[in-house]
């Protein structure tokens, strides 16, 4: 025969949760129980944690759960890789745990991240490979373990790609942002954030672009390139970040000139940091002063440099953190990016 005996905690009305203690006298055979609870205040689900024996009431409703989205769909041994786990209906602070599932291909990238995101460096190699990647996420009620399936391709050449590495995102944790990282094709991309597996771009997210330029000499450019971000599916909100050699620089950026002539290039005239831009945007080039210089006459671009890693830092922030404040009001605030490099490059 089972006895159990209820110790109901103190009937608070703004009490979330509650404590029941359970005491069982051992029985020859195991019995389903029945427990149909009343008056405590709980208008959402219960949620049962076996580990420390509670009862908690989650008044937001829905399960607790994580998707696992990659920042390249479709990676060859060449690219670098993050994934990035979107959890909702948490009842308290998440935990990860990120690893490599055995019996994937020997040469995929490993990781042991504990954020929301586990950054892959680029396997290289020659041969395609075949990795499995599992998260064990808990909101300190629930542990949820999904998985991400990634199949690297050889791919093919040309020039150019989406950096080599790991990408050092403490810059954006350090000013309390979720930095997703997204690469982009050197040789042209559009890419929809909240789409096709593409990371989604929130109040508090930190969108880093990241795209590496080509080899090639300067005297092929016969133009200028382009980086630009618009709204997409989302509401009217004002950014600012910066163009910069380093992940998470949203005030420094990098310096601008200006051509008064063909020949001659006056002092800096601007940086590439903006603040306070629904449609962000900067041209560039490829090449020496001197080169660009003698192209045609300019005003006020940047300078990249050719096999050079470069990241687009956004925020929906306006002025950018730590001083400024969140401009995106709903749940996401998405964009499109699109990357066009200069025609010759």
């Known amino acids: 025969m089972n006895r159990s005996l209820v110790r109901p905690a103190a009937h608070a009305l703004a009490a979330a949760a509650f404590t029941l203690i359970l005491l069982a006298v051992p029985a ?34 829905g399960t607790f759960g994580c998707s696992i989205a990659a920042s390249v769909s479709s990676p060859t041994v060449s690219s670098a890789e993050t994934l990035t786990a979107n959890c909702s209906n948490n009842a308290g602070i998440i935990s990860y745990a990120w690893s490599l599932r055995t019996g994937s291909t020997a040469g995929c990238p490993t990781t042991t991240s504990t954020t929301n995101q586990a950054i892959l460096s680029a396997p290289n190699g020659t041969t395609a490979l075949a990795c499995t990647y599992d998260l064990s996420a808990n909101d300190t009620a629930t542990t949820v373990t999904p998985s991400k399936a990634l199949s690297y391709s050889t791919g093919g050449g040309g020039g150019g790609g989406g950096g080599g590495g790991p990408v050092d995102t403490s810059a954006c944790v350090a000013l309390g942002l979720n930095a997703k990282v997204i690469v982009a094709n050197w040789n042209g991309a559009q890419i929809d954030t909240g789409l096709n597996g593409v990371s989604s771009f929130g109040p508090n997210d930190a969108l880093i672009v990241q795209f590496t330029t080509g080899s090639f000499t300067t005297s092929t450019l016969t133009g200028l390139g382009s980086l630009s971000g618009v709204e997409f599916g989302g509401p009217t909100t004002q950014r600012s970040g910066a163009l910069s050699t380093s992940a998470c620089d949203f005030t420094g950026g990098m310096p601008m000139y200006k051509w008064s002539t063909k020949q001659a290039a006056t002092a800096q005239c601007a940086t590439t940091a903006f603040s306070n831009n629904a449609g962000p945007g900067i041209g560039f080039s490829v090449a020496t002063l001197t080169d660009l210089a003698s192209q045609k006459s300019l005003v006020c671009q940047t300078l ?34 699109t990357l066009s490099k200069p025609a010759g490059g």
């Open 28 to 61: 020859s055979s195991p019995s389903a129980q029945t427990i149909t609870l009343s008056g405590f205040g709980c208008s959402g689900t219960v949620a049962w944690n076996s580990s420390s024996n509670t009862l908690t009431c989650q008044t937001s409703g």
């Open 304 to 337: 990249l440099q050719a096999n050079t890693t470069y990241y687009w830092n956004l925020t929906n922030f306006s002025p950018p953190p730590p001083t400024g404040t969140q401009q995106c009001n709903q749940s996401t605030c998405n964009m499109r990016i």
